[in-house]
Each structure stands twice: as C-alpha cells, then as structure tokens.
C-alpha cells in the first residue's frame, strides 16, 4: 500500500433500518459480528439517508450531493455519468476501485469510476419503474407495490436474494484475497453491497431457528386507522395495497421473523468479509465503513417498506472503523450519507484532499473519527419525489426537531426528544410557530420548490416517452455484463502467490521444458 493511502472496505446493507440492530438499542436481533465492529469503531447513532429509495439514495451518497442537485429522482432516474463520485477522487489519487453487488445504477454508465465491476446488478437499468404524477386512480403514482412480501413471507430453501448475496459474498471475499496478495501496489476502494434485508421477507431455517418465533417482538406503534393518517402516509397506504390486504398480527410476527433472520444473515457476511481482512494482514491498513441506502417501515404505524421520512425508513446504520484507533465512540449529532464523500477523501488524504469537482452537499465526518473536537452543523436535508407523492417531500432535521414538508401536503413537525415515534405533530401549534416558521424558511432557502417540481416531472414526462421506444425494436439494454478473463486465473497468464497469514508464498511450479517454456 502506498505510504499514507489507507484501503477501504466499504459494506452496504439494503433496507435495513438502523432499529433493526443491536448496536442501536435492539434487543432481541443476532449480529455478533456488527457488534464486535461497533464495539471498535465509531458509531454515529443519528445518521440518516437522503433518499428513502434504493438508487437515488446510493447516487446520492456517491456523488456527495442531495438527489434534485443530480436529477436523481426516483428507481428509474439516470445517474449521469458526468457527475464526478468519490469513487472518481479515489481513482485520481490512484486507487484501485472495485464493486460487488449492487449500485442500482440507472444508465448506461454502470461504473460511476469503479475500474472493476464484479457482478451484476439485481434490478433494472433502465427507465421501466418511472413514477407518472398524472395517474390519481388509485390515488397514487405509478406502480402499486405488492403486500405480498409481507402475507407470503417466512420460509425458502433458496430465492434469488440469495443467489445474489452468495454471489456478491463469494466475489468480495475472493478480491480481498486478490487484493491481499498484490499488497504493496496502489491502495483500494472494495465496495461490497448486499440486497439483504431488502423484501420479500424470506429466509433459511439456519437463520430462522436463531429466533424463537413466539418471542419476536410487534411495532411499537400500532396501524393508525386511514383517516387519522397524514396525506403522504394515506398515498403510501395505497401505494403498496394495504386497501387489497387484511393483515394478520401473525402475518407481521413472520415478516418480522424473517427480517431479523436476514439481518443475520447479512451480518455473517459481514463476518467473513471482516475475517479476510483480519487473516490476510490488511486489517493493519483498511478502514470499514458500514451503512444501509435506507431504512425499512417493518410494520410501524401499520407501514412497511420505505418511501416515507419517518424514522424506521431514513436513520441507517453507520458505523466506521479506522485501525489504528480500534476503540468504540458514539456520536450523537445528526449526520447523513452525503456526509461519506468529504470523509472519504479526507481520511484518504489525511485531511488534505483537493476540492470537489462540484460542491458538495455534505460534510467530513473526519474530526468525530479522530476524535478531535470541531463545529457541526447539527442539521440533516432529505427528499422525495419517487413513488407515492405527488410533488416534491422535504425532510429537516436540526437538533431535536424533524420538519417534514410538502406543497401538496402541508408540514409535519416532530419533537424526537420528547417523541421518538412521531405520534404528535407539533405543526401549527402555537407552541411551536417560532421552530415551525424557522424550518420552513430553512428549507425554502435550501430548495427552490417550483424548481425541483418542474424539473422532476419534466425528468418523468421524458422517461415514460423513451422507455417503450428503447424497447421496442432491438432493445436496449444497460445492464451491466461482468468479465471473467479466464486466460488470466490460476496458472495461466502469470502465477498467484499464496497468503499464510498476511505472508506470501508462491507455489509451485512444474519448472520448464521445450514443449512448456516458463513466461
């Protein structure tokens, strides 16, 4: 490794709330080996997606600038390939970068400065899943989402899930082993992003039996009936076909189940990623970083999925670990993933990494990790546009307020101090006007409404018109094709040493001969 440039393992989960975790307070879930990293690492305890939908989420993350600033609007929205990532600022500090597993990437760039790509993605690549704001009937845009992930969830034996992550799983660890062996060479970024615990809620009777299904545990706030519901969360009731489903309480006891059985399986992953790292010797100079895109409703106020700012659905998990600090810090204040960008390249540089292309909606993390103290902004933005709304969300939080906002909708705004489920808005109290009038300005300052609006559905117009015309014909297809240079494995194309804990030695050769020359 070059002098100075740590390796970074970054590990993401997909779905999984930050609830859902020991580490964050959770009692009854299994994930040994997160509570080992938290224990040495840097937790931040109020971290929060920008997005609560898988691909604008991870461009978000990537690019270190919230969703609108991108045109990252929803599942379907392209990621432009001109839109520099972290990934690019460690390729120009002369990192090797390499994925495994899933980016969601929309477009037909399918590398966003990964040099290496290791698998597929799970999901599409193209614009199928656009929201349409036109539809009302049902009162929802674009496709309803099916509840039966969660009336057909508990057992399997296999799914495509798992195909995927045992993929993804199997190609991470290898590349650690590759990686290990070339140490000495340029440092690298090894992202490996799992699709667990994403629905459907479906797992193995190994994970399954680590839970006694009696004892699981039920939402804390139960289902609030249609008319007590704010705007948005009546559009999300539609949305994934609650008006189609009478849930049963042993339907949700399984779905939980099954999700807390998937978050263990997620965390031995997590194990044996961490395992290389240790075995091999590149603990010494890697730093971990662990997060989820978004969070997941699990049943909370009879909600499930994500695409909505209450908590369950936008706080993550974060956890960082540098080697040489290897002692457990919590951190409390309000931070985001757009955060990751400017830690990364600061913790790359040791705090002098050349500025961002464009400017960045985020902030180092960099003086929580090292333990120095610093100024925060205590302050969190997020947005949404994607399905079940109907014009642009908005979502502050600052301090122990959480503001939620829509023209459509009106403003919601929660106490989490003295509120933690969010059960009382505070809008529109008199109590409250002088924080209420605050954040409202706030975030009319931060986001030019009318903007993001017409933007966003001119962005959906576009897309519904092309995404029949890519299709027919020939189709189109961005879908991204992993290469397996055969010619270069094992013994062909140059010879692979074998690691014994941290140390190289090559193997044996057969020596050469006429009909055998030795290259």
Same mark, same amino acid.
């Given at each position: 490794?070059?002098?100075?440039?740590?390796?970074?393992?970054?590990?993401?989960? +997909?779905?999984?709330?930050?609830?859902?975790?020991?580490? !964050?307070?959770?009692?009854?879930?299994?994930?040994?080996?997160?509570?080992?990293?938290?224990?040495?690492?840097?937790?931040?305890?109020?971290?929060?997606?920008?997005?609560?939908?898988?691909?604008?989420?991870?461009?978000?993350?990537?690019?270190?600038?919230?969703?609108?600033?991108? @045109? /990252?609007?929803?599942?379907?929205?392209?990621?432009?390939?001109?839109?520099?990532?972290?990934?690019?600022?460690?390729?120009?500090? *002369?990192? =090797?970068?390499?994925?495994?597993?899933?980016?969601?990437?929309? @477009?037909?760039?399918?590398?966003?400065?990964?040099?290496?790509?290791?698998?597929?993605?799970?999901?599409?690549?193209?614009?199928?899943?656009?929201?349409? #704001?036109? %539809?009302?009937?049902?009162?929802?845009?674009?496709?309803?989402?099916?509840? %039966?992930?969660?009336?057909?969830?508990?057992?399997?034996?296999?799914?495509?899930?798992?195909?995927?992550?045992?993929?993804?799983?199997?190609?991470?660890?290898?590349?650690?082993?590759?990686?290990?062996?070339?140490?000495?060479?340029?440092?690298?970024?090894?992202?490996?992003?799992?699709?667990?615990?994403?629905?459907?809620?479906?797992?193995?009777?190994?994970?399954? *039996?680590?839970?006694?299904?009696?004892?699981?545990?039920?939402?804390?706030?139960?289902?609030?009936?249609?008319?007590?519901?704010?705007? =948005?969360?009546?559009? =999300?009731?539609?949305?994934?076909?609650?008006?189609?489903?009478?849930?049963?309480?042993?339907? $949700?006891?399984?779905?939980?189940?099954?999700?807390?059985?998937?978050?263990? !399986?997620? +965390?031995?992953?997590?194990?044996?990623?961490?395992?290389?790292?240790?075995?091999?010797?590149?603990?010494?100079?890697?730093?971990?970083?662990?997060?989820?895109?978004?969070?997941?409703?699990?049943?909370?106020?009879?909600? #499930?999925?994500?695409?909505?700012?209450?908590?369950?659905?936008? %706080?993550?998990?974060?956890?960082?670990?540098?080697?040489?600090?290897?002692?457990?810090?919590? $951190?409390?204040?309000?931070?985001?993933?757009?955060?990751?960008?400017?830690? $990364?390249?600061?913790?790359?540089? +040791? @705090?002098? /990494?050349?500025?961002?292309? *464009?400017?960045?909606?985020?902030?180092? &993390?960099?003086?929580?990790?090292?333990?120095?103290?610093?100024?925060?902004? +205590?302050?969190?933005?997020?947005?949404?546009?994607?399905?079940?709304? $109907?014009?642009?969300?908005?979502? &502050?939080?600052?301090?122990?307020?959480? !503001?939620? #906002?829509?023209?459509?909708?009106?403003?919601?705004?929660?106490?989490?101090?003295?509120?933690?489920?969010?059960?009382?808005?505070?809008?529109?109290?008199?109590?409250?006007?002088?924080?209420? %009038?605050?954040?409202?300005?706030?975030?009319?300052?931060?986001?030019?409404?009318?903007?993001?609006?017409?933007?966003?559905?001119?962005?959906?117009?576009?897309?519904?018109?092309?995404?029949?015309?890519?299709?027919?014909?020939?189709?189109?297809?961005?879908?991204?094709?992993?290469?397996?240079?055969?010619?270069?494995?094992?013994?062909?194309?140059?010879?692979?040493?074998?690691?014994?804990?941290?140390?190289?030695?090559?193997? !044996?050769?057969?020596?050469?001969?006429?009909?055998?020359?030795?290259?």
């Amino acid at each position: 490794m070059a002098p100075g440039r740590p390796n970074f393992l970054f590990i993401m989960a +997909d779905q999984l709330t930050a609830f859902a975790l020991p580490t !964050y307070g959770h009692k009854m879930v299994n994930a040994p080996h997160l509570d080992r990293l938290a224990s040495e690492a840097t937790v931040f305890h109020n971290a929060y997606c920008n997005v609560p939908l898988c691909a604008p989420s991870r461009f978000s993350m990537l690019s270190g600038r919230l969703p609108s600033r991108i @045109g /990252a609007w929803d599942n379907a929205a392209e990621f432009p390939a001109s839109v520099p990532t972290f990934v690019h600022h460690l390729r120009q500090l *002369d990192y =090797h970068t390499c994925l495994s597993g899933k980016m969601h990437f929309v @477009g037909p760039d399918q590398l966003h400065g990964f040099e290496e790509r290791l698998t597929t993605d799970i999901y599409p690549s193209d614009f199928s899943w656009t929201p349409d #704001w036109t %539809r009302t009937d049902p009162p929802v845009s674009g496709a309803r989402m099916s509840m %039966r992930s969660v009336v057909e969830s508990g057992l399997c034996e296999r799914n495509l899930q798992l195909d995927y992550d045992e993929e993804v799983a199997f190609h991470g660890t290898q590349k650690l082993y590759d990686l290990a062996r070339d140490q000495g060479q340029r440092p690298f970024l090894l992202t490996v992003s799992f699709t667990h615990p994403h629905n459907p809620f479906i797992t193995t009777p190994d994970y399954w *039996d680590l839970y006694d299904h009696a004892a699981i545990d039920m939402p804390v706030v139960p289902p609030l009936p249609l008319e007590r519901k704010d705007p =948005h969360s009546r559009r =999300h009731y539609y949305l994934t076909c609650m008006d189609e489903y009478d849930i049963t309480e042993e339907q $949700i006891r399984t779905a939980r189940h099954a999700y807390y059985a998937m978050t263990s !399986y997620v +965390d031995d992953k997590v194990g044996a990623l961490l395992k290389v790292l240790h075995d091999t010797g590149l603990a010494d100079d890697t730093i971990v970083v662990f997060t989820a895109d978004h969070g997941e409703m699990l049943g909370e106020r009879g909600m #499930w999925y994500k695409m909505t700012f209450f908590e369950p659905a936008v %706080r993550v998990p974060l956890m960082v670990w540098l080697p040489q600090a290897r002692r457990g810090r919590r $951190i409390t204040e309000n931070v985001a993933l757009v955060d990751l960008f400017p830690t $990364i390249l600061d913790l790359a540089t +040791d @705090g002098a /990494a050349p500025a961002a292309v *464009d400017p960045l909606d985020g902030h180092s &993390l960099g003086h929580f990790l090292r333990g120095e103290t610093g100024s925060w902004d +205590d302050f969190v933005a997020g947005e949404y546009t994607a399905e079940g709304s $109907i014009a642009p969300c908005f979502m &502050l939080r600052r301090g122990q307020f959480k !503001y939620i #906002w829509c023209e459509a909708d009106g403003g919601q705004l929660f106490d989490l101090a003295s509120d933690p489920t969010e059960l009382r808005n505070l809008a529109g109290t008199r109590e409250h006007e002088a924080v209420e %009038r605050t954040m409202l300005t706030e975030l009319h300052q931060h986001w030019d409404v009318p903007a993001v609006h017409a933007a966003a559905f001119a962005s959906q117009r576009r897309r519904l018109f092309l995404q029949p015309v890519l299709m027919s014909g020939t189709p189109a297809s961005w879908d991204y094709q992993p290469r397996d240079d055969a010619s270069q494995k094992y013994v062909r194309g140059g010879q692979s040493p074998t690691l014994t804990k941290g140390r190289l030695r090559y193997p !044996y050769v057969e020596p050469a001969s006429p009909d055998h020359p030795r290259t």
